[in-house]
């Protein structure tokens, strides 16, 4: 089974912080995603990922950037924390459409989520 | 763009039945669905792609209009284990590589 890691589930951070979300996926998947998960607004695009050391923004970047050095990492930063960037964050990563079990589109596996909550 | 999803919110009996109903406002390829149980991740449940094709999870379907950018997701005889929020994500090609979700559908199966 695909496996998609995010190493912190819960995190409490200060205004101003610099925080960092880490995704590891481990079935060698050539796209990444961050979205973030808001009751009421569903899961929105934050940043996404096609190759190592590729990113593009998706509807919701202001505040936020990512880094991908390796192909299975995928890092969301905020720079500096603020209370509104309190929320759910989704890791989710994808193979290319055609590839393995992709079923001919872009079928996400998600990780757990890392709940985080800036004070 | 994120798609519509109505309705918001379900309570259903087991046994009973429900629809959920996905639209865009653009030209879309696939509709994909996913299902969020309380405190886990989104699991996929079922894609369906332009031109007919279906796959997925056979206790539960769906169906796709291209021509009104709609998709529905029905679930019969509802089971306890329905329970859940579910999501519709859309794109609107295969070089689309990104979903956008709706606000999700938070479906509560009662015995």
């Known amino acids: 089974d695909v496996k998609v890691t995010q190493s912190s589930r819960y995190l409490v951070k200060r205004t101003g912080e610099k925080v960092f979300l880490e995704c590891v996926q481990d079935?060698?998947?050539?796209?990444m995603f961050w979205y973030r998960q808001d009751p009421g607004l569903g899961l929105r695009l934050i940043y996404f990922?096609?190759?190592?050391?590729?990113?593009e923004k998706g509807d919701i970047p202001e505040g936020y950037s990512v880094s991908r050095e390796k192909k299975e990492r995928f890092s969301l930063i905020l720079e500096s924390a603020s209370t509104n960037q309190t929320s759910m964050y989704l890791c989710?990563?994808?193979?290319?459409?055609?590839?393995?079990?992709?079923?001919?589109?872009?079928?996400?596996?998600f990780g757990a989520g890392s709940r985080l909550t800036v004070l | 763009q994120q798609p519509v999803q109505s309705p918001q919110a379900v309570i259903l009996r087991e046994g009973e039945d429900a629809v959920i109903n996905c639209s865009s406002s653009?030209?879309?390829?696939?509709v994909h669905w996913y299902r969020q149980k309380h405190g886990e991740a989104p699991v996929f449940l079922m894609i369906?792609?332009?031109?007919?094709e279906q796959k997925g999870h056979d206790k539960i379907s769906a169906s796709f209009n291209e021509k009104k950018q709609q998709s529905s997701l029905y679930l019969t005889a509802s089971q306890l284990s329905y329970s859940g929020t579910y999501f519709c994500?859309?794109?609107?090609?295969?070089?689309?590589?990104?979903?956008?979700f709706g606000a999700g559908t938070t479906v509560t199966v009662r015995a």
């Open positions: 994500g859309t794109d609107a090609g295969l070089s689309d590589y990104k979903l956008s």
């Open positions: 989710a990563s994808t193979n290319l459409p055609g590839q393995g079990d992709s079923l001919g589109a872009n079928v996400l596996t």
């Open positions: 079935m060698d998947h050539e796209n």
């Open positions: 990922s096609y190759d190592v050391k590729m990113k």
């Open positions: 653009k030209a879309l390829y696939s």
């Open positions: 369906l792609l332009k031109g007919g």
